[in-house]
């Protein structure tokens, strides 16, 4: 007995998009799992996560101890003395210019000071460069841990530079919330935050210049400010021309769509839409993709696409199409996600989970931004939260309860100290992120019989330049499941799944074995590093 799928997920997606799975037999059986170097997709930037908004605290204020904990768990690559990974090893992290919401306190409207930040820049012109205390700790962490790549992105631009002397916009006006006169120094702003941390020996590989323009931010929930395409295209000039004349060679990523539609279509035809065309297509009198400094890449975030899952899979092979036809050159980043849509799995992103069910629901997301939309980059939101909602990779609470405590902004505390709790979503992350590397390519990867991806064993591959290869397989069902690789000899297995947090391990490459609801990655023996 076989789950029943639409015909056009049953022909020609194997080829197209590697290890899409499209149908699952019932009965149990082994799992040919097929790699194939010489079909190569997308080279891979990395894996990230962002320190905003919660390590602005926990970097200034925690107990050592406890932030080199979190450290460890986002940036470490290492095993501790038990052979055990100590993280995750993100190779790409993202650093938040603050507009100076958290200068202004309760005058900035925002009641949730953890979603206020600060500015370097005063607002008489004059820079203090010791803001961004606890999130330039984390950024030092990152960098003695090895992360590769750096990302620096703001929501708005500065509050003494805004139309409202807000950080967020005014009421129902689509248009970037800057003050038309000040486009340079906005510009100028952005890269002397990129050439002061150049100075100080930490170099940003890429700025990011604006996060999701879409959206109308003309409420006081956070920093924000909505933008016409066009106002884009002004910006992306300006700092084109300001970074090259400065010698830096950051490069622009844009884009930060709210959703993939909105880079790949007309939505609501308000010229905040079809941006990988406007931006990127030759034929487009908005293109900046042949400026110096800006990257072929576009960007968007991963919300409202993902539920139910056959439109989980319709959208990302529709985005894929589109950037192909708009430019075959241009690459794509998934630079945004946590929890908010509405589904029939885990619900919705009200209330934390720490378990598998999340961390299968998002490995599932993962695999298809990669295989389908192929994806160049994969950043989750928040890597810490204090908050008992779905938008974190560390979570942290007053431990008030023992294995849990009392959580959200109103707990004074959680400022100042708290407990660390890991997250199974964290270690399913780390399936990817610790394994797949910057510079890596996607290769051809399937599964026989074809599989389903709603309670199937998904599966992807990687190689690197010397030849090395990772596999990673995420299996959905609630049964074990048993492979055969094509892969030469015993292989080293690491595996998350409700009792396990990357547990290292070695199989048989022609008898694998992965346990029900796990994520397991597969690579060539000796590549773990030791304390």
């Known amino acids: 007995?076989?789950?029943?799928?639409?015909?056009?997920?049953?022909?020609?997606?194997?080829?197209?998009?590697?290890?899409?799975?499209?149908?699952?037999?019932?009965?149990?059986?082994?799992?040919?799992?097929?790699?194939?170097p010489t079909v190569r997709y997308q080279t891979i930037d990395g894996f990230g996560a962002s320190d905003a908004w919660r390590c602005q605290f926990v970097g200034q204020n925690w107990p050592l101890e406890k932030r080199q904990r979190i450290a460890d768990l986002l940036f470490s690559r290492e095993d501790d003395a038990e052979g055990n990974p100590k993280g995750i090893g993100l190779s790409l992290w993202r650093f938040n210019i603050g507009a100076g919401t958290a200068e202004q306190?309760?005058?900035?409207?925002?009641?949730?000071?953890?979603?206020?930040?600060?500015?370097?820049?005063?607002?008489?012109?004059?820079?203090?460069?010791?803001?961004?205390?606890?999130?330039?700790?984390?950024?030092?962490?990152?960098?003695?841990?090895?992360?590769?790549?750096?990302?620096?992105?703001?929501?708005?631009?500065?509050?003494?530079?805004?139309?409202?002397?807000k950080g967020y916009a005014p009421k129902d006006d689509p248009h970037l919330n800057l003050q038309p006169e000040r486009l340079d120094d906005y510009a100028r702003f952005l890269v002397d935050v990129i050439a002061h941390f150049e100075q100080e020996g930490l170099h940003f590989d890429y700025l990011s210049p604006f996060n999701e323009p879409q959206w109308a931010w003309d409420s006081p929930g956070q920093e924000g400010t909505p933008a016409l395409n066009t106002e884009l295209q002004r910006l992306v000039q300006q700092l084109s021309t300001e970074l090259t004349r400065r010698g830096l060679s950051t490069e622009l990523v844009i884009g930060e769509a709210g959703t993939i539609g909105h880079v790949a279509k007309v939505m609501d035809n308000d010229g905040r839409d079809d941006q990988a065309r406007f931006l990127f297509s030759p034929e487009s009198a908005g293109c900046v993709g042949t400026l110096p400094r800006v990257a072929p890449i576009i960007s968007a975030h991963s919300y409202h696409s993902v539920w139910p899952l056959d439109q989980q899979v319709e959208n990302r092979q529709r985005l894929h199409q589109a950037l192909v036809s708009t430019n075959p050159d241009l690459g794509y980043w998934m630079t945004e996600y946590c929890i908010l849509q509405r589904n029939g799995e885990i619900r919705g992103g009200g209330r934390r989970d720490l378990g598998m069910d999340t961390?299968?629901?998002?490995?599932?997301?993962?695999?298809?931004?990669?295989?389908?939309?192929?994806?160049?980059?994969?950043?989750?939101?928040?890597?810490?939260?204090?908050?008992?909602?779905?938008?974190?990779?560390?979570?942290?609470?007053?431990?008030?309860?023992?294995?849990?405590?009392?959580?959200?902004?109103?707990?004074?505390?959680?400022?100042?100290?708290?407990?660390?709790?890991?997250?199974?979503?964290?270690?399913?992350?780390?399936?990817?992120?610790?394994?797949?590397?910057?510079?890596?390519v996607r290769i051809g990867c399937n599964v026989a019989p074809p599989q389903s991806y709603v309670s199937g064993l998904l599966a992807s591959a990687y190689t690197g330049t010397k030849g090395?290869?990772?596999?990673?397989?995420?299996?959905?069902?609630?049964?074990?499941?048993?492979?055969?690789?094509?892969?030469?000899?015993?292989?080293?297995?690491?595996?998350?799944?409700?009792?396990?947090?990357?547990?290292?391990?070695?199989?048989?490459?022609?008898?694998?074995?992965?346990?029900?609801?796990?994520?397991v990655t597969i690579s060539q023996i000796g590549n773990r590093q030791k304390t």
Request: hydrophobic residues 40%.
């Open 1 to 36: 007995m076989t789950k029943f799928v639409p015909n056009f997920l049953r022909h020609g997606c194997r080829g197209a998009f590697g290890a899409l799975a499209v149908t699952t037999a019932l009965e149990a059986a082994t799992l040919e799992v097929r790699i194939d």
């Open 468 to 519: 090395e290869i990772v596999l990673v397989l995420v299996n959905l069902s609630a049964e074990a499941q048993h492979c055969e690789l094509n892969l030469p000899g015993p292989v080293e297995v690491h595996t998350t799944s409700s009792t396990q947090d990357l547990q290292p391990g070695t199989q048989d490459a022609a008898n694998i074995l992965v346990p029900p609801r796990a994520v």
């Open 105 to 165: 306190g309760e005058a900035s409207d925002i009641r949730n000071p953890w979603r206020r930040a600060e500015c370097f820049q005063n607002p008489d012109g004059t820079w203090d460069w010791s803001k961004h205390a606890g999130q330039r700790w984390f950024l030092e962490a990152a960098r003695q841990r090895g992360v590769e790549r750096f990302l620096a992105f703001p929501n708005s631009p500065p509050v003494h530079l805004t139309r409202n002397g």
């Open 359 to 440: 961390a299968l629901y998002v490995a599932r997301i993962i695999h298809h931004d990669l295989t389908l939309a192929q994806a160049r980059s994969w950043q989750w939101w928040t890597a810490v939260t204090q908050c008992d909602y779905k938008d974190g990779l560390v979570y942290l609470d007053d431990g008030s309860n023992g294995t849990t405590g009392r959580m959200g902004p109103r707990v004074e505390s959680l400022k100042h100290d708290g407990n660390v709790r890991e997250s199974k979503l964290l270690w399913a992350l780390g399936n990817y992120s610790r394994f797949v590397r910057p510079g890596m």
